[in-house]
Structures are given as C-alpha cells and as structure tokens.
C-alpha cells in the first residue's frame, strides 16, 4: 500500500480517515474505516497522527464577558445606539464626582454649558445659512424619461414628485417611489444599468443604479462615500410620527409636536439605524434612513452648498 | 443566549428595519463564535476583537440585504472570513508570508519545530505540553487560505463539515478534502521538523 507521508495508505482512505478522526463518519461508512484499520498498521499509526493534529489545537476560548461588552459597547456606539443614555451619564458623573471636589466640578460645568451655548449659538448660525443657500438652489424638475440614460454624478438635480420612502443602508439607497413612476417592464430585476432617475442625492462619484424590484430603485454608492442629502418637505407630524424623532439627532429650533404640522430645522450626523420622519428638514452628514410618508410631495436640492 | 431560528428571523426583520437593539441581540447570540474564529486567523485577542467588531459593524450597513438563506451567524462569518484574510494581507503582505517566516527562519522557528518535531513523541510525552496547540496553530498559519480557513471553522471553532460547507459556500465533499490536504502538509511538516531534528 502507497503511504504518501500522510500516515494512511492513498488519498481514498487518508480522506476517509480524516474525516473519521473529525468524526464526521457513521454507519456504513465509519464501520468500513474501523474494518479497515483493524488490519492496517499504517493507517492505525496515521490516525493517531490525525488525532494529534485535530485534538491538540482544541476549541479556542470564548470572549470573557468584559472582552465581550467591550466590542459590543463598541459596535453599538458606531451603529449609533446608545442603550442607557441616563446610565451612563449617571455614571460619569458619579466617577467625575470622585475625582473632584463640588465647586471644583462646578466650575467645570459651568465652563461646559458656556462651551455649548457657544456650539449651539454657532450651530443655529450654520443652520440659518444653510437654509438661506437651500433657498437660493432653484429647484428644477427634470422629466423622467423611460428611454433616457442618466449618469448621477456632481449633478445638480431636483425631484418634485412623490417618494414613499427612501432609506440609505450602507453603500446603498433605496428609493421607493409609487408603481405608478415607472412602467411595470421598464426594468429588469438582476440587470445593472443607469436609468434617469431624479432624487437628491448628491455623490462625489458616479451613482450606479441596481434593478427595480417593484418599485425599488437601488442606487448604489461606492462604499463608505459621504453622501450629501438635502430635503426640505413640510408634513404633518403625528404622534407616531413624534416618536421616530427618537435618535441621536438633534433638533433645533421649534420643537415637533405631535398631532400638529409643524416646522422644524435640523442638523444631524444620522447614524446607522436611526429613522427620522421629515418635518421643514435641513441636514448634513451622512445619512442612514429617511422614510418619507407615502405621497407626500417633497422638493430635493442635492447640491445646495452644504 | 440562545435565538431560535423563529426569533432569529424576527429579530433580522426587525434590524431591517432600524431595530438597533434587535441586531445587538443578534449579535451577542454569534459573538463568541465569531471571535473564536477571528482568534484562529490572528491569534492574537485584540485583533480578533477589532476583527469581530468590523464585521459586525459591515454586516450590520449590510442587513438590508440579507435574504436569510443563511443563518445569521453563518452570513456574518463569511464577512467575518473576508475581513481576517484582508487583515493577514495587509499584516503580512502576503497571505501566509508571517507564519512562514516565523517558522521556517529565526530562533523562534528552531523552538515552534523543535516543538511539532516531537508532536508524534508517544502521547505522554507531548500532551502536557501546552505549547504544542500554539505550535500546531503556527503551522496551520502557512496552510493555503482555503485550506487555513476550514482548518480555523472545523478545528478551532468546532464547526461540523456541514456547517462550515455553509459558510464557505462549498459542498461537504470539498471541505472534508480541505480538511484531508491541511492534515496531510501538517503530517509532512511535522515529519520534515522531526527528520531535521532528530535525523532520519
């Protein structure tokens, strides 16, 4: 018999062999190993060979707990959740406390909320030029043609039109719009191509636009590229509405209240997983998920110097 | 923690849709695995860490396309898979060149070989050795990708032939023959360190 300086005699039984020491054999075929071996002293000498690989390396260990909630800490503070805001500030105070004396931690609170008058003061400042220079960007409606084949890319577009939703999840948007937008066969599920397409997203690179599924528009970014989104819309906000307001974003100017339209201004760095209902909006940053009630009309201005 | 298949999909649904809190149960459910099989491509804590906290955060931007053909756990380990080798690369330049060099040149090599030479000493001699599972670890470290890959799911993580066919997208057939050629350049390795060592 061959021994091809695995320890067993050919790759027939070497494999059989290596599966058995994996246990990874029953019935027929483990009886048919255990045949064999009884009368093969060198497959006999290569399982234990076999074994010694296999066994000897063992199961690593798993995370320790403290290994373990400090990635998952970690994770969900990039995923921008915050599972126990209170908790947490509780704590440092707690730990800042300790540390220092009451007027010595005064002082530095104090100092602090000048600090953040000061960044707020400056905030509303951006806010109200920003919207200035939304206002000043002349929204132009650009015909979406079936035949038409359009490059997003450092565009200057503007949409008027019904969205349903739209949602950013990594490296790709998805656009809902009513079925009504596009004819049922005008695109194809699986086939990449540009379509003309007229939503306010704004790239530094071309935006590649995936199939329809339904009326699912897959707009795909490369990754990682910051997308400028401005949106200015009015709505009602409800009370459902009201609550997706939860989030780390922060909402300047009047507040949202439920159960009234209102107008609102915000600056946000969305992170990944939050969700806003779009009141009178204005914001910069990356963005996660926008979902705007179905067939409200909203107004995009994607490069509105943001 | 244990999700059911049933929560599972729940939960998923529910990440899909924003549910950060859901996707945080989903990965603590994986997390252990996950690192176990980071730890295998690295072999060092703190970069399986940061190893596992990429793919999961990649995974996480990526959840909107998750289709569930897979278990969560099983889609997480391939961007897992994909993040280490990326990691190996860009650590080695060259896929296997660390652990090759770490064996095969410098007096850390004298000692890793003169360690797997006496991997096939009778069993009373090397089990008590607690070096010998980091050695043989070492060795896995120059298996082709593929081949170290299976040999981090099957061995290191525990993965049965089926589960890891899964992840690696491969039938059970060729994974047990990864498993076979991983197990044959180890035994020819290990034989080469005994020969060198101890003469033929």
Redesign the interface.
């Known amino acids: 018999m061959e021994n091809n300086r695995s320890g067993a005699c050919g790759d027939h039984w070497g494999t059989l062999l290596s599966k058995y020491a994996d246990r990874e054999l029953a019935g027929v075929d483990r009886e048919e190993v255990e045949r064999h071996l009884a009368g093969c002293e060198t497959c006999r000498r290569g399982l234990v060979r076999y074994e010694i690989i296999s066994k000897s390396i063992g199961l690593d260990p798993t995370l320790s707990v403290d290994r373990r909630e400090r990635v998952i800490g970690k994770l969900l503070g990039r995923i921008g959740y915050d599972r126990s805001e209170t908790s947490i500030w509780s704590r440092w105070v707690e730990q800042v406390q300790s540390v220092f004396s009451a007027h010595v931690l005064a002082g530095a609170m104090a100092a602090a909320a000048s600090i953040f008058f000061a960044l707020w003061i400056q905030e509303r400042s951006h806010l109200k030029e920003l919207d200035r220079r939304m206002a000043a960007v002349p929204v132009t409606a650009i015909s979406m043609n079936s035949t038409d084949r359009r490059l997003l890319s450092n565009m200057r577009v503007a949409y008027s039109g019904d969205i349903d939703w739209l949602t950013l999840s990594g490296d790709q948007i998805q656009v809902g719009l009513p079925e009504k937008s596009f004819p049922p066969d005008e695109f194809v599920a699986g086939r990449e191509d540009y379509v003309p397409l007229s939503i306010g997203v704004a790239s530094e690179h071309p935006i590649r636009i995936l199939a329809r599924d339904g009326a699912v528009i897959k707009l795909v970014l490369p990754v990682d590229d910051r997308i400028r989104v401005a949106i200015r819309c009015s709505l009602s906000i409800t009370a459902a509405g009201a609550a997706l307001l939860d989030g780390t974003f922060t909402v300047f100017g009047r507040g949202m209240d439920a159960g009234r339209k209102s107008e609102i201004s915000c600056a946000a760095e969305l992170k990944p997983g939050n969700r806003i209902k779009l009141g009178e909006v204005s914001f910069e940053g990356r963005i996660i998920a926008i979902h705007v009630t179905a067939g409200e009309r909203i107004s995009v201005s994607p490069e509105a110097q943001l | 923690m244990n999700v059911s298949r049933e929560e599972e999909g729940e939960m998923i649904k529910k990440a899909q ?5 859901a ?2 149960v989903l ?2 459910d994986s ?3 996950l ?2 099989v980071a ?2 491509f690295t072999r060092s ?1 703190s970069d399986a ?1 940061d190893m ?2 990429e793919a ?3 995974a ?6 998750f289709r569930g053909d897979s278990s969560f756990r099983t889609w997480v380990t391939r961007i897992l898979i994909n993040q280490c080798k990326d990691f190996l690369r860009s650590r080695n330049r060259g896929p296997q060149a660390s652990d090759e060099a770490a064996i095969a040149e410098g007096s850390s090599a004298d000692h890793a070989g003169s360690i797997l030479a006496s ?2 000493d009778p ?1 009373d001699q ?1 089990a008590a050795r607690g070096e ?2 980091e050695a ?2 070492m060795a ?1 470290g120059r298996l082709p990708a593929e081949e170290k890959t299976v040999a981090v799911l ?5 993965q ?2 089926s589960e890891a066919a899964l992840v690696m997208g491969e039938s059970e057939g060729t994974i ?2 990864r ?2 050629e991983a ?2 350049k ?3 390795w ?2 080469d360190y005994r020969e060198e060592i101890h003469g033929k």
């Open positions: 849709s924003g549910d950060t809190s996707y945080e990965v603590r997390i252990d695995r690192y176990r730890l295998g804590d860490e596992v906290q999961c955060f990649k996480f931007l990526s959840i909107g396309r991997a096939f069993p090397w010998m599972r043989i670890r896995i099957v061995w290191i993580d525990g049965s032939y047990a023959w498993i076979y197990r044959r180890l035994c020819r290990l034989d």
